[in-house]
Every structure is written in C-alpha cells, then in structure tokens.
C-alpha cells in the first residue's frame, strides 16, 4: 500500500512540474526563418519573454495557459502552451497589434489598444515594394495625415522639404528616434511655400534602410513629450536585425509627356544604393546594426518657354559692339559717341538723340523678337529650372544595445551622419535688366544655389531595474549646418570686378537633451496602474555664419563699399542703381553673424490606470522652463472604454505649447523674394528685438499655446480580417507664429529707411505672434486581409484625412500698426492661404498588396484634394481640383536571396490642373503650375527598377 501511495504522489509531482515548467520553442516567419525579437506573453498579465536570434523563447508559464506572439508586420497570435518545444509561426500582416513607444508609457500598450490615434507603419513591405526611397516621399504616401512635397524656386527649401501632420506647420510635429528626440534643422523657410516661417525636421537625413518601423501618433502630446508636439509626434524606431545583409540597389526617372521643358521624354534620373547589416553582441541578445544609403538626383524642368520681354534696343547695341571686339564697358560711360556710332549701324532711329537721357527712353525698347533670331536663340534658351533640384548625398545610421545582465540592464546608443550637396536654379537674369552686367553676361544668366547640408546625431544610454522601477537615462547631441555657394551670378554694383561664385555663408542648429525616464507597472493595483515620471535638460544653440564680403555688400562704380546712405551705387547705362550682393540669395552680412543659445528643463508625470477591463484612463502633466521666455505647464488627459473584445472607444483632451525657436528669435538676413508677378524684391528679415522692429510696433516673439481633443474608436472584425479605427480632433493654436509681409520704407529719408538701406534691403520682414488659428478634421484608417489560397493573400489599407484650418478671431496686430494701417502686411492675404488652403485639406490612400511565396503585387491610388493659389490678390486665387495618383509595382523572388523589382509612381502620368491665364499667376509663361501650392509635385510619371538582395 506504501508503494502505491508513493507511486501516486511521484505522479502528481511530476504532472504539477510539467504544469508549471519553463515553456521553450521557436517563433518563425512565413518561410520558416527565426524572427529575433519576437514578444511572448502571457495573456491577461505583464508575464512574458523575447526570442533570441535564433527565435528561441523560454518562458514561465503553465500549461495550458495562453500565450500572446506578436512581432511587427506579423499578424498576432494567440497559443496553448505546451510542454516540449512549441512552434510558432506567424504570418505578416498589420502592425497595430504591436506595442507601440509613443502615445503611452504602459510597456504593454498596443496600438489598436491606444487611447489616442496611432499609426505603425513597418519599412520591411515599403522598401521593397515602394517607388519612393526618401522619407518625407515615402510618408506622403503612405500616411494621409502627413504632406509633404518638393519645392521649387524657394532658396534653400527646394534642398529640404517642408513636411506637416493634420495641415498644421512643420514646426508643430515632434520627431523622435528610438522614443529620443530629434533636432530640427538649421534652415528656416522665408519663401513663398507652405509652411513659411517654420523650421522642421530634416526626415530626409535618416536613411530608409536604417528603420524598422514608423510610429505617428496624430495628437497633441506637448504633457509628455515637450514643446512641438502640437500635432502629434513621428516615432522612428531603428532597425535591429542581425546576421542578415539587406542590400538595394533602385534606379529610376521620369518618363512624362512634360519631361524636358514639356518636350516630353526622361529626365530627373535617380539612383538610390542603401545596405543594412547587423551582428549579435553577447550572450543576451546586444546587436550593432548598421544602415545606410546613397543616392544621386538629377534634376528637371517643367517650364515650357519664357514669354516676357528679354532684349531691348541697347542689347542690339551691345552685340554689334561685342562683334567688333569692343570693350562694353565704355558703352557705360557719358561719352555716347560710341552708343550713336552702333545704334546708327544697327538702323535704330534715334530721333536726333545726342545725349545719354535723350538716348534712355528710345533705347529702352523692346527688340526681342528682332535680336533672338540675330542671336540664333529660342525663347527656351531663357527659360528658369521650375522643377525640382539636385541632390547628392549619403547617411549612415548605427544601432547598438548591449544588455549586462539578466535583470534587463542595458547600454545603448544610436549614431547618425548625413552629407548631402544640392544645386537649384533663381530666376533667370535677362540681358534687358539692371542685375545683369551685360559686359560678363551677354545673354544674361541663371544663377544657382549650391548648399552643403551635413547632420549628424549621437545618443547614448543606460537603463535598467532599480528594485521594481524601471529607469532610463540618456543623453542625445544633435547638430545640423546648412551651408550656400552661389555659382554662376554676379554682384552687379561691382561690374567687371565681380567674381561669380561666393562663398554666401550659412547657419547650423545644436541641440543636446538629457532625459531621466522613470516607470513601474502596478500589476495588482485596480487592473493595472503604470506610473511614470521623469526629466529633461536640453540646450540649443543657433549660429549664423557671414559669407565673403562681396556677396552681401553693394559698391559705387569706383569699387568703394558702400556704408553711408549718401553713397551711390554704380548704374546701368539707364541710370538705375545696380544690386549688391551675390544675385539669387545674398550672404549673410557681419551684422547678421550671431551665435545664440538657451536652456530649457522639464520635468513630467504620467499616470496611466486599467481601473478595470472595460475602462482605461490617463493623466499627463509637464512643467518645462525656458531660459528666454519663461515657464509652461501643460495637461493631457485621455481614456479609452472598451465595449467588448472587438469595439474600443477612444478620447483625449490636452493643453500644448511651441517654443519659438532659436532660428525665429534671432534669424536676420537680406532675400531676393520675388512678388505674385515675378519682379524681384531685396527683402530684409529683421530679428524682433530689432530697432526696426520697434519702429513698427513688433513685439518679441512669445510661445504658442494650444488646446486640443480627439475622439474615435476603433473596432475588429475578426472574422472578416478587418480593422477599422475612425477619430476627430479640434485643435485651437493661440499666438501662432507667422512671417509677415513685407513693410516698405516711406521713401522720405525716415529711420526706417536707413536701417532697409543699411540692410541692403526694399523692405522688411519678421516673425510674430500674429494670428490664432483652428484646426479640426476626421482620420480614418480601415484594414484587411484576405488569405486567397494557400499561396496567396491579399492586404488592404484604406485610410482617409479630410482637415481644415481656419484663422479665428483679429490679426494681433499693435496699436503703431493699426494707426499705420498696416495690419494686412503684418498677416497678408497670401500667407493666410498658405495656412488654410496650399495643402490638400482631403487626402485619400487605398493600398492593395497581393503577395505569394514568389510575388509581390502592390496597387496604390493616393486620392489628393483641391488647393488654392496662395496670392495676395483674391481675384488670381485660382483653386486646382483634385487628383487620383496612382502607384504600381511588381516583385519576384527570383530566389531566397535576390527579389527583382519593376513599377511606377504616378502610373498614369497625371499633373495638377495647369495655371490659368485669366488668374495672372503664370508670370510670363514661368509657372505653367503653380509654385505656391503643392498637391503631389510636377514630376509626373516615374519608373524605376529595384534589386534586393538578402542574406542570411
């Protein structure tokens, strides 16, 4: 009997010890290869485990007891641990089901479990299937709540793209990497394109290759995360694959019926290389991956013929002097001896004209038809570069982590470095105008901006378990320089002395952020309680560098520099004063040099409470001080109510705030900007403790304040595979700041005057808090999947925005400026378009993807709603309907290893509708599109061809 009670009890300890044993197995992908990093769960609790590189898994955990796997782009699945080794295979699909960085600090919140909007993009199917390779391109299209578009004619804008989430302003979207945020760039936009005034985040510095998955959460998050955050935050989270070489080589051009000044044919050639290859460190799971890419883009031309005026009876003189090999610089001078002599050859009537004034008017006469024929030119031979710019440049990223110990302590960095040069176009200089010194440019020119914009990032960090508490210190450095040389101009007040290539100068932009981030899950308070708090220092720094003198200064016709308003600039043979300064974009002066710095420090709490299964709600608070303008503190307060396992309903309501920048507060230089018609104008930007802009009544620029609410709820139905999330939002931005108009001078010797003369300037520009504005919109993301056979499957995304931004409530305008009654140039007509309507306020995205173990099939149509002229004229504010663009690509995998890659953007070659005549936009036949608002570019069809290749 003993024995027998002995056997039975082994038994039971042994059933109880396989009951509660280790749970071990393997995670897979599709293909059956190991998915490192992979997440296993125990459901209902905080419980869990990550594979290894080999996909390996050991978990504690019972039998019988379910278990939750997820990975990014894979489908989440739910098992019954079994004893022995368990296999588990997922199928890629959506990334809502994985958790997310941003939004919450709950290290277990999912995005469809979210309580405010967030958005998981996964790079793994874009880089591949996509035909855009740069981030802000490859955004645009895949994420309706963000625009962005290349630039033409707008200085150094035409190199770095303006990018905005919900229409708000570039400088109102915070950019993290790996959850630490990201400097903004040097460069701010003063002209005529969306976003004027702001200054963004350089996306195309990050390499495609080197991320994993996008993160954009579409609410303001300014209680969280800080200053910027208004309409929401882009979370790039890094690659961490290892022992594996992802390699990609994508060529491609535009094959357009405009392509070639609208000849037709191909232009704008591409090449995109980029790599990424990781290594395992240690025994518990470090890696060092390392991504990177290179690219060379042509540029093209989208304008069809100039159709203004080019030569005028003089230039006729100066081609037959030329001829004779004569010094046309003496054609300059009083003695008009020799004017008469070869405007008598030429057959021009003079009239009896014997002086340089009687000459003036009758010279001053349009000859072009007559001189292009005896010139042998065309109309095209003037044309401008209305298109997009050239870019070369490369960026390497690495992401490393090393944990020390089993308990979760790990050092861990990131590093980036960028170096891109760029070359875009001005206006063209025409021989009949006084910029052009005909004596160096017989046909006239067409001056260029070539930038050199280098970036580069480190971070480094340290988290770990302090008793249950989990801590993460860091520190982030960032530093982005942007800097010109003008080729192919001239500084026309120095005549025959002028080089033509200067040295313009530039500006860089420093940031450094400290952060301590504390957190701890409460697994047995209410249904779970995480509990956050933390902290931050950064500090910035703005610099602006002076170029070489003869780019910015103008001289009087014997060389001398002029410093005193009663000096002259030397003239044309007309009488008209010469500009200084390189031609299309003048150097920065020793008056506009600067170095500026400021602190700022923060500290947060961030509470977050399962108060049941059901009901979930969250509080965030933020103090943060500036050292140039004072302190904030903001609220944010969100809940999320789950009605069943399926429907989820979602709302948040928050304070925010915007530091203006450093680049705002201090930026001042001289801009050749020129006006709705095309005519050039010296524009001063004048800091706003400047006299100038005490003179006007300007105040010192302050912080932007915010509120805003959403509320959407998402639902699943699991039995057809679909996802769908809908949310609404209002934000309201008060004190936003904006770039005025341009004020002139009253002409009458006056102290404004003087200080536009000393600035080499007509008129003057700053940044102010001039407006309050609204925004309020709808989101709407819907996804499925359909498994067609055992080969195929079918995903589908369809995702929507429709959004609209309204100026509320009076111009902030001072008393000085309303006595003046210059309130419409403080906020002009044209600026206010820009804000609400130079965007498309609907955007609409339907994506198909039909994939088998040896294709790819992937169907994009991008739905972009109408935008309007941004002018200063209501009459020529012509609206430009809405297009469809659609994108498609065809991939084989040839073998495990190699995948070949042939599509399209813009497949059926479509454009905006074309500048109307009656609107008076087109400035002589210079933008047959508009210029000042972007839907989708004017490149139009683009093909390319990819080749990937993968090895493990």
Not at 330 to 359: F, M, R, S
Not at 458 to 466: A, D, M, Q, T, W
Request: proline share 3%.
């Amino acid at each position: 009997m003993k024995k027998q009670y002995f056997l039975c009890y082994a038994l039971f300890l042994s059933v109880i010890g396989i009951a509660s044993a280790q749970i071990s197995g393997t995670v897979l992908d599709e293909d059956g290869g190991p998915l490192p990093g992979a997440s296993v769960v125990i459901k209902g609790t905080t419980t869990g485990s990550t594979t290894d590189f080999d996909g390996l898994f050991s978990i504690n955990a019972e039998v019988g007891d379910k278990l939750v796997v997820s990975y990014i782009g894979y489908e989440k699945k739910e098992v019954i641990a079994e004893a022995g080794g368990m296999s588990i295979q997922l199928s890629s699909g959506v990334a809502l089901s994985e958790v997310i960085i941003i939004g919450s600090r709950n290290p277990n919140r999912t995005a469809t479990e979210s309580m405010v909007p967030v958005d998981v993009i996964s790079m793994k199917e874009l880089n591949s299937v996509a035909p855009q390779v740069n981030l802000n391109q490859i955004l645009n299209y895949v994420a309706p709540s963000f625009t962005s578009n290349t630039q033409t004619i707008s200085d150094g804008t035409d190199h770095v793209d303006p990018a905005s989430l919900r229409g708000l302003g570039p400088d109102q979207v915070l950019v993290l990497i790996n959850g630490k945020r990201r400097h903004t760039s040097s460069l701010i936009n003063v002209n005529g394109t969306f976003g004027r005034g702001s200054v963004g985040t350089d996306l195309n510095a990050i390499p495609a290759a080197a991320i994993q998955r996008i993160e954009v959460l579409r609410d303001g998050a300014a209680a969280q995360y800080g200053s910027d955050a208004i309409a929401g935050v882009i979370n790039i989270v890094l690659n961490r694959s290892v022992n594996e070489l992802n390699m990609s080589v994508t060529t491609g051009a535009n094959f357009s019926k405009n392509a070639n000044d609208q000849t037709g044919g191909v232009d704008g050639a591409t090449t995109n290389i980029a790599a990424s290859y990781g290594v395992p460190l240690g025994e518990n799971g470090g890696l060092l991956n390392l991504s990177g890419d290179f690219d060379v883009r042509q540029p093209y031309g989208r304008m069809n013929e100039w159709e203004g005026d080019v030569f005028n009876q003089y230039n006729v003189i100066e081609r037959l002097a030329n001829g004779d090999g004569y010094d046309l610089t003496n054609l300059l001078d009083d003695d008009v001896t020799d004017v008469i002599q070869y405007a008598n050859q030429a057959g021009i009537d003079l009239n009896g004209a014997t002086t340089k004034a009687e000459l003036q008017p009758i010279l001053s006469a349009d000859a072009t038809e007559a001189e292009l024929a005896a010139r042998g030119q065309q109309r095209s031979d003037y044309n401008m570069r209305v298109g997009q710019s050239a870019l070369r440049g490369g960026r390497i990223f690495a992401n490393f982590s090393l944990p020390l110990d089993d308990n979760g302590t790990e050092v861990y960095s990131f590093a980036g470095i960028s170096s891109r040069t760029g070359n875009s176009a001005g206006f063209y200089r025409l021989p009949n105008q006084s910029r052009t010194f005909t004596p160096a440019y017989m046909n006239g020119f067409l001056p260029e901006i070539n930038s050199t914009i280098q970036d580069k990032s480190l971070s480094v960090g340290i988290k770990g378990k302090i008793n249950e508490w989990d801590v993460d210190l860091s520190n982030t450095y960032g530093k982005n320089s942007f800097l010109y040389t003008i080729g192919n101009t001239f500084n026309a007040s120095l005549q025959n002395a002028s080089p033509t290539i200067f040295d313009a100068g530039g500006f860089s932009f420093a940031q450094n952020t400290a952060n301590l981030d504390v957190t701890r899950f409460f697994e047995d308070a209410m249904s779970g309680l995480n509990v956050a708090f933390g902290a931050e220092y950064r500090v910035e720094n703005y610099d602006i560098v002076q170029g070489e003198e003869a780019s910015y200064s103008q001289y009087t016709a014997d060389g001398q520099r002029i410093t005193l308003a009663s000096q002259q600039a030397s003239q044309d043979f007309f009488g008209n004063g010469r500009p200084g300064g390189s031609q299309v974009f003048p150097g920065f002066s020793p008056n506009n040099e600067l170095s500026r710095g400021r602190s700022s420090v923060a500290g947060y709490v961030d509470l977050e409470a399962d108060f049941s299964e059901k009901f979930v709600a969250s509080f965030a608070t933020r103090f943060e001080n500036y050292s140039d303008f004072g302190s904030t503190i903001n609220f944010k307060l969100a809940a999320r109510y789950k009605i069943n396992d399926n429907i989820n309903l979602r709302a948040a309501a928050n304070t925010g705030f915007r530091a203006p920048s450093l680049h705002q507060i201090n930026f001042n230089s001289t801009s050749t900007i020129f006006d709705q018609n095309g005519n050039p104008q010296e524009v001063g930007t004048f800091a706003n403790d400047s006299r100038a802009a005490k003179l006007l009544g300007i105040p010192e620029l302050k912080e932007e304040t915010s509120s805003s609410v959403s509320v959407g709820f998402t639902a699943k139905i699991p039995d057809a595979n679909l996802t769908l999330t809908v949310d609404g939002y209002y934000v309201e931005i008060n004190d936003r700041v904006v770039y005025t108009g341009q004020f002139e001078g009253p002409g009458t010797g006056t102290e404004l005057d003087n200080l536009l003369s000393q600035a080499n300037a007509t008129a003057a520009s700053f940044f102010a808090n001039a407006i309050n504005t609204e925004s309020r919109g709808l989101d709407i993301v819907l996804t499925h999947t359909a498994n067609l056979s055992d080969n195929w499957r079918l995903k589908s995304d369809l995702a929507g925005t429709l959004s609209k931004t309204n100026q509320i409530g009076d111009i902030n305008s001072s008393e000085v400026l309303e006595d003046a009654g210059l309130v419409d140039t403080y906020f002009p007509e044209d600026s206010r378009v820009y804000l609400e309507e130079a965007v498309p306020r609907t955007k609409l995205n339907l994506s198909n993807s039909l994939t088998s173990d040896k294709w790819v099939m992937f169907l994009r149509n991008v739905y972009f709603g109408e935008v309007t002229e941004a002018t200063t004229v209501i009459a020529n504010q012509q609206d430009f309907g809405s297009k469809i663009v659609t994108d498609l690509s065809i991939g084989y995998k040839a073998t495990d290893a190699l995948t070949l890659t042939l599509g399209a953007n813009n497949l059926l070659d479509i454009y905006p509708d074309r500048a109307e005549e009656q609107f008076g936009n087109r400035s002589s036949g210079r933008f047959d599109w508009s210029r000042r608002a972007q839907q989708f570019g004017i490149g139009g069809r683009f093909l390319f061809a990819r080749v990937s290749f993968t090895l493990k």
